[in-house]
Every structure is written in structure tokens, then in C-alpha cells.
């Protein structure tokens, strides 16, 4: 906000905040300000997302009826790890805003945030070693369960997971639709696995594409296919977008109004853990 109002430009690492009220007054800053004011969601860049967005917009897999998403990494897996700050409830509710606002943020660009969600938090370890010696309580959620509708035709599942032995950095996303699937998991994010019914029945199967020059703007890094990008260059593509964003340009990011957006639909996640039951998203 500080920076804002000195009249910067603003590049913001997620998850926005960790309160509400926050992201509300780091939007309301950027909207007086008048300057470009980005989040850091880098995987929204990947070519295989933009793909995945263009198989959906040419309705290639028909009417999409379900949408699962899971997150999965092991840094938190073992019991005996020490306690830190993302222990901390004052770091948010965990594993939903530590790293469930990716996902969240391919659900955005591809379909738009749920209408409604019903989540159940868990804490697998409810204590952890203290580095000043004893052991303090856990005091935030390490895996999430979450039942969302994108609207009335769509149902969708998102699992989240900071105890999952053996995951690095997995999102896995499946869509689901009238005329075939789409496949997608992080960990090998050059790919993704497509399932038409217009195939011939007998050679019916997910088919894999591999990210090549086609997949813009994997052209901008590589000039053959199967040569693959990285997490570092998604982030030169995430800044690419920020620089047209200052200029005016169309651009692919999640700006504060948009983050906003995911901030709310995280709050609505934790309050509907407390109180168990559907909560619908205004």
C-alpha cells in the first residue's frame, strides 16, 4: 500500500493477505492509485494452461459437468519436523492459502471461482517440536477437502495437501465433459493428457501433447517441441505479462480485483469449515 501511494507499480507474491480486511484495503489502494497492481500466479502462464482454456473455448471435450483439482506437496509430511510460521494460524488457515490459491487461480482463468463450497480442514499432526525445545500445538490446517459448484451444471472437488509424502509440487487438474476429458499435473507441466469420444472406438485412450512452438509463448523460449520450460520461466512469462499490463496491453494476470476475488472464496472455505455447512460466494 505504502508503495501505492508513492505511486509504484506493484508486483505482489500470493497469497494476497492473510485477512480479508487487508485484501480489501490493498485493493481499495491500488484502485485509487490508478497504478497496475499484479499478484504472483505464475502457473496461469504455463502453455498448457492456455491450451487447456482454448480446448474448452473450441468445445472440443463437449459440456463440461466436473471439474477436480488436488495440491499436493511433503514439506510439512513429517511429524517431526519442526513448528514454524506457516504453523501459525496468524499465517492463514494453511494449506488453503499457503497453496491452495493456485489452483484456485486456474479455476479463475479457465471457468471463474465457485458459486458455493462446503470444506472440511483436518490437522494430521496436532503438534509439532519446538526448536526452543517442548513441543507447541499446531494451530492452522495442513489438508483441506472442498466440494464446490461452478454454477449450477458443474460440480468440482479440490483436495490440498502439505503432508503428502512423495508430492513435490503437484496440481493436478481433470475436466470432465459430455465428449471427452483433460488431464493435467504439474509435476510434468510440458503435458497434458486429452480424451475425445470422436475417436475411432477402437483406438479410444488419453493421447499426450507435449508443449512445443505451437503453445504460445513456449516459441518465445524454445524452437522445438519436447524441450520443456520451467517453473523459472513461467515467472519471466508472468513478468512479461506485468510489463504489458503497465503499458495498457492486454495482459494474462490476476490483478488485485481478481485476487480479491480468491481471497473471498478462501474466507468462505474457512468459514464454512466452522460452520459446516454449504456457503455461497457473492
Request: hydrophobic residues 40%; negative net charge.
Amino acid at each position: 500500500m505504502a508503495a501505492l501511494e508513492a505511486g509504484k507499480h506493484v508486483w505482489c507474491e500470493k497469497p494476497m493477505a492473510v485477512t480479508l480486511a487487508d485484501a480489501e484495503r490493498m485493493t481499495a489502494a491500488a484502485q485509487a492509485s490508478g497504478k497496475t497492481a499484479v499478484l504472483g500466479y505464475n502457473y496461469i502462464q504455463n502453455p498448457m494452461i492456455r491450451q487447456i482454456g482454448a480446448i474448452l473455448a473450441e468445445g472440443t471435450i463437449g459440456t463440461v459437468n466436473h471439474v477436480r483439482l488436488e495440491m499436493d506437496e511433503d514439506f510439512m509430511a513429517d511429524p517431526e519436523a519442526p513448528f514454524f510460521w506457516k504453523n501459525e494460524l496468524a499465517a492463514g488457515y494453511g494449506a488453503i492459502d499457503d497453496f491452495g490459491v493456485h489452483p484456485l487461480s486456474l479455476l479463475q482463468v479457465l471457468f471463474g471461482l465457485p458459486s458455493r463450497v462446503f470444506a472440511n480442514l483436518s490437522k494430521p499432526y496436532p503438534d509439532r517440536p519446538n526448536r526452543e525445545g517442548g513441543r507447541r500445538s499446531v494451530e492452522n490446517w495442513d489438508v483441506s477437502s472442498i466440494l464446490f459448484e461452478l454454477g449450477p451444471e458443474i460440480s468440482g472437488l479440490m483436495a490440498l495437501s502439505r503432508t503428502a509424502w512423495g508430492r513435490k509440487g503437484r496440481i493436478a487438474l481433470q475436466i470432465f465433459g459430455s465428449k471427452g476429458s483433460i488431464a493435467y499435473d504439474q509435476e510434468r507441466l510440458n503435458e497434458l493428457q486429452l480424451y475425445v469420444t470422436t475417436d475411432k472406438p477402437s483406438e479410444q485412450g488419453f493421447r499426450t501433447i507435449l508443449s512445443g512452438p505451437r503453445h504460445p509463448p513456449y516459441d518465445r523460449f524454445v524452437p522445438a517441441a519436447g524441450h520443456t520450460l520451467g517453473f523459472n520461466d513461467l515467472k519471466i512469462i508472468e513478468c512479461h505479462e506485468v510489463l504489458r499490463a503497465i503499458a495498457g496491453e492486454p495482459a494474462r494476470v490476476i490483478n488485485f480485483e481478481r485476487g480479491l476475488q480468491i481471497e473471498r472464496a478462501v474466507h468462505a472455505m474457512g468459514q464454512s469449515h466452522r460452520e459446516q455447512r454449504w456457503l455461497e460466494l457473492s
